[in-house]
């Protein structure tokens, strides 16, 4: 049981990561200094899917985080 809560933690964290980094559009060096944040737009189609996925990945990660503490 540990073992697979432990693979099934990698593949969660990794899949995180890619989501991510899915997500960093139009965040490039200008917009580290606060630039490029000045419209609002809302997500919409592929890039409202990436970003509710993230987050069920995400609690997904908690939720397997908090059983393998309480395993081990």
């Known amino acids: 049981m540990f073992q697979t809560l432990l ?3 990698i593949v969660l964290s990794i899949g995180i990561v890619v989501l991510i980094l899915a997500q960093a559009q139009g965040s ?3 917009a580290a200094w606060g630039g490029g944040g000045e ?3 809302t997500r919409r189609g592929v890039e409202k899917v990436i970003f509710t996925a993230t987050i069920v990945l995400t ?3 908690t939720i397997n ?3 393998l503490l309480l395993l081990s």
Do not use: N
């Open 28 to 30: 490039g060096l200008g």
């Open 7 to 9: 693979i099934a933690q």
């Open 59 to 61: 609690a997904l990660f």
């Open 39 to 41: 419209t609002y737009h």
């Open 65 to 67: 985080s908090v059983a």
